[in-house]
C-alpha cells in the first residue's frame, strides 16, 4: 500500500500529528487542524529545541535555508544550511542522520519529499542537478534507483548552445508510484529547456514528458516564431513547486517565463506553455486544460509559488477550487476540474512602445475580482513621504516609463511595481476549509533597462568589462558594488574573501543563488575573473561566439533612498486575507518592521520578506520571512498580532506544525543570508 498525504488523509487523527509534504499536504494549503496552541495561551509558547544543521557561509556568498521541513511519526527531514538532508527526533531536535554528499552546490534547498511503501520508506532529495533517493532510516542512497541511488536532471533538458545550469531546489511531487519533477533554469539565452516530467519511484527510469516549450505538431507550437523554439529557446520551467489531487488525479503546475526573461524579439508570438497554470493528468502527463498568466513575458513575471487546491462556495454551490498568486500581487480563481475562472477575467490593452525587434502582447489578463493584494502603480504620488533625497528621486521619476504594469522595458529607465520578485514570491500562500486565502507580499519599485549588443557575424570582441556587463553586471551591479539590499555581493575586495581557485569553482559549478557559467570559454572565465579582482584594463579584448537576444537587461535594481529604505509609501511588506467565496478581502496588516522607524513614531511599514505563512486548526497564522528576524502569530478571522518572538537569523522560509506524544510544536528555519541579514545554520522548535 503506498502511504500518501493528502485532504483524505488529513483527517485521521494519525495524520493530523503530521506535516508530510511540502507546505503541508498536495493541496499546497499550509494547512494543519492541530488546535492545541489557541489565540488564548500562545503567549505561553517557548523555545522547545534549536538544532545546528551546519554549513552557514558567513561571506560574501551568504547561504540561506528556505526549507519547509517534513514531519512524519516523529522524525522530522530537513535540509542543511550547505544542502545536505538531515533527520531528527521532532520531540528533542537530536539528529538522528545527514548526509555527506559532495555533490550537490549550486542552490538552497526547500526541502525533500517523502514516499512509502510498505518497509520501503524513501525521501526524495534534489541537490545540485541530482535528484536523490534515500533509505528514511539512514540517510543512504538507495542503490537501485537510477544510477547508484540518483538520477541526473540535466538529461533531457540539452539543446544547442545551452548552458549546464539546472536545479531541483523545490521538493518534488508524488503521485502512486511516480515522483514529479520541475527545475530550476538559468534566465539567460543560453537556459535548457523547461520540460515537465515523472520517473518511477522505485527504479528513477523516466515514465513521461510534458514539453513547456512545445515540439512540431504539438499543441501550442503556432505560438512561437521563427519555428523550432527548443533548437533556440529554454526556461518555461516549472521551478516553484506543484500542486497534486491525487483523489482526481491531477497534477497542477506552474511555469515561468521563456528565455531571455527582459527581450523576446526571438520568440515571436503568446509563448505557450511559459507562465501558464497546467492541468496534467498526473499518470500519463496529457494537458487537462491550461491559462497563461502572462502573453509573451518580457517582465520575469513567472508563476512565483505553487497553486492552492481548496473547496469555495461559488453562485451557492460547493467548487473544487484552484487558485494562484502572482508577482503582479493578483489571485487568479479557477473551477479545478474545467479550468472556468470563477470571477471575471478581462483581457485589457498594455502600452506596446518597445525596443525594435520586440514583439509584445497588445493584451493581458487581468481578474476583476478579487482586487489586487498590492498596489498595481508607482507615480510621484506614491514617494515615501520621508524618503530621503527628495528631489534626486522625484527628477529621476519624472524621466522614468511607470505608472502602469506591462511597460516595455526599452533603454530609458522602467519602472517595475510591484518588484521583480513579487508581489507574491515563493513561499505562496496558506488556504483553510472556509476558504479563505492568506498570502504575504511586498511591493517595492525595482527600475531597469536595456541596452543594445553588438550584432555582428558570427564572432565578435568584447572587452573585459563589456564581458563583465554582459554576464554579470545585471546581478552584481554595473559598478560591482552588488545590489543595495544585499541580494546578490558585492564583488569589491573579493579577494579579500576567495581565492582565486575558489572564483574559479564558482564559476564552473555556481552556488547558492548563482547559477554556473561553465558554458563560457576557458578564456572568458580568465579574463571575467581577472576583471572582478581588480588584475586586468576594463579595455581588454576578449572573443566572443555572437548571441541573442541583441538587447541585454540592467540589473535588478530594487529601489531606496540614500537611507535605505525603499522609496515608495508603505507598507513594503504585507499580510493578506481574502474570501475566495466571494473574492472580498477581509483584512491586511504590515508584516514586519524597521524598529528604528518604529521607535520614531513611523507605524509599522512591513519589510521586504520571503517564506509563507502556517495556518492552523485553532485559528491561528505562523509567519517569519520578514528581515527583522522575528515569527509572529497572527489572529487569522481579524490579522491581529498575538505573539512574537526573535529569531537567531531571519526565517525566510515557511514554518511547519506537528505533535509528538500530544504536545504541539511549530518549527522554522533560520537561515537567514538575504536582504543584507546573517546567515545561520539553526533550526528552532517552539510548543507550549
Not at 581588454?540 to 531606496?560: D, I, L
Amino acid at each position: 500500500m503506498f502511504l500518501f498525504f493528502d485532504s483524505s488523509t488529513r483527517h485521521q487523527k494519525k495524520s493530523d500529528s503530521n506535516w508530510p509534504e511540502y507546505n503541508g499536504n498536495g493541496e499546497q494549503s499550509h494547512y494543519s487542524p492541530l488546535r492545541q496552541i489557541t489565540k488564548e495561551n500562545v503567549g505561553k509558547v517557548k523555545v522547545a529545541w534549536e538544532y545546528a544543521s551546519g554549513g552557514a557561509d558567513t561571506t560574501g556568498n551568504r547561504s540561506q535555508m528556505q526549507c519547509n521541513p517534513i514531519i512524519i511519526e516523529g522524525i522530522l527531514y530537513g535540509v542543511s544550511a550547505n544542502t545536505q538532508a538531515f533527520a531528527l527526533d521532532a520531540a528533542t531536535g537530536k539528529e538522528k542522520w545527514k548526509t555527506s554528499l559532495t555533490d550537490n552546490g549550486g542552490t538552497t534547498s526547500r526541502g525533500v519529499t517523502y514516499w512509502a511503501n510498505g518497509n520501503d520508506k524513501r525521501i526524495l532529495f534534489g541537490a545540485g542537478q541530482w535528484l536523490y533517493a534515500l533509505d528514511a532510516s539512514n540517510g543512504k542512497l538507495i542503490d537501485s534507483f537510477g544510477l547508484h541511488g540518483r538520477i541526473d536532471l540535466k538529461a533531457g533538458l540539452e539543446r544547442p548552445g545551452a548552458d549546464e545550469y539546472v536545479r531541483l531546489n523545490t521538493p518534488a511531487t508524488v503521485y502512486k508510484n511516480l515522483v514529479i519533477v520541475g527545475v530550476r533554469l538559468s534566465e539567460g539565452e543560453t537556459a535548457l529547456l523547461g520540460d515537465i516530467r515523472a520517473y518511477d519511484i522505485r527504479t528513477g527510469k523516466k515514465v513521461w514528458t510534458f514539453h513547456t516549450i512545445p515540439k512540431p505538431g504539438e499543441p501550442g507550437y503556432e505560438t512561437w516564431f521563427p519555428a523550432e523554439p527548443r533548437l533556440r529557446l529554454g526556461g518555461a520551467n516549472s521551478w516553484a513547486g506543484m500542486a497534486i489531487d491525487r483523489k482526481r488525479g491531477i497534477l497542477f503546475a506552474p511555469t515561468g517565463s521563456a528565455a531571455y526573461d527582459f527581450h523576446g524579439g526571438n520568440r515571436k508570438g503568446d509563448n505557450l506553455y511559459a507562465n501558464c497554470l497546467l492541468a496534467l493528468d498526473a499518470a500519463t502527463g496529457k494537458k487537462l486544460w491550461h491559462f497563461q498568466f502572462v502573453h509573451h513575458d518580457i517582465w520575469d513575471r513567472d508563476l512565483p509559488a505553487p497553486p492552492n487546491l481548496l473547496t469555495v462556495i461559488h453562485q451557492r454551490k460547493k467548487t473544487e477550487a484552484v487558485a494562484q498568486v502572482t508577482k503582479q500581487g493578483q489571485v487568479f480563481v479557477f473551477d479545478r476540474l474545467t479550468g472556468k475562472p470563477l470571477f471575471p477575467i478581462e483581457e485589457q490593452s498594455f502600452s506596446q512602445d518597445a525596443v525594435e525587434g520586440e514583439f509584445t502582447s497588445p493584451t493581458q489578463p487581468v481578474p476583476l475580482k478579487p482586487t489586487p493584494f498590492t498596489k498595481q502603480t508607482f507615480t510621484e504620488q506614491d514617494i515615501n513621504p520621508w524618503v530621503a533625497d527628495k528631489d534626486s528621486i522625484l527628477a529621476r521619476l519624472r524621466k522614468a516609463r511607470t505608472g502602469s504594469p506591462f511597460i516595455p522595458l526599452t533603454e530609458e529607465m522602467t519602472i517595475i511595481f510591484p518588484g521583480t520578485d513579487g508581489g507574491a514570491q515563493w513561499g505562496g500562500a496558506a488556504t483553510d476549509l472556509e476558504g479563505i486565502i492568506y498570502i504575504p507580499a511586498k511591493q517595492l519599485p525595482s527600475y531597469s533597462s536595456l541596452t543594445k549588443r553588438i550584432n555582428s557575424p558570427d564572432t565578435h570582441t568584447l572587452t573585459a568589462n563589456q564581458l563583465y556587463q554582459q554576464h554579470c553586471g545585471s546581478c552584481h551591479g554595473t559598478d560591482r558594488q552588488g545590489s543595495h539590499d544585499g541580494s546578490y555581493p558585492s564583488l569589491i575586495n573579493i579577494n579579500k574573501r576567495l581565492s582565486r581557485k575558489a572564483i574559479q569553482e564558482v564559476l564552473m559549478k555556481g552556488k547558492g543563488m548563482m547559477p554556473s557559467f561553465s558554458h563560457l570559454a576557458e578564456s572568458q572565465q580568465k579574463t571575467l575573473i581577472n576583471f572582478i579582482l581588480n588584475n586586468i584594463p576594463t579595455d581588454e579584448v576578449v572573443s566572443q561566439k555572437k548571441t541573442v537576444p541583441f538587447f541585454q537587461h540592467m540589473g535588478y535594481n530594487r529601489w531606496y533612498d540614500r537611507a535605505g529604505y525603499p522609496v515608495s509609501t508603505p507598507p513594503w511588506g504585507t499580510l493578506t486575507a481574502i474570501d475566495l467565496n466571494s473574492g472580498e478581502h477581509l483584512w491586511q496588516v504590515p508584516l514586519g518592521e524597521y524598529k528604528e522607524l518604529t521607535a520614531k513614531g513611523i507605524p509599522p511599514t512591513g519589510t521586504d520578506n520571503y517564506g509563507g505563512p502556517l495556518v492552523t486548526g485553532s485559528g491561528l497564522l505562523f509567519i517569519a520571512s520578514s528581515r527583522d528576524e522575528q515569527i509572529r502569530c497572527y489572529d487569522k478571522k481579524t490579522g491581529k498580532m498575538l505573539w512574537q518572538h526573535p529569531l537567531p537569523a531571519a526565517g525566510y522560509a515557511t514554518p511547519s506544525t506537528y505533535s509528538v506524544n500530544g504536545k504541539q510544536y511549530i518549527v522554522i528555519a533560520c537561515g537567514g543570508g538575504k536582504l543584507n541579514t546573517k546567515s545561520g545554520d539553526k533550526y528552532i522548535a517552539f510548543a507550549l
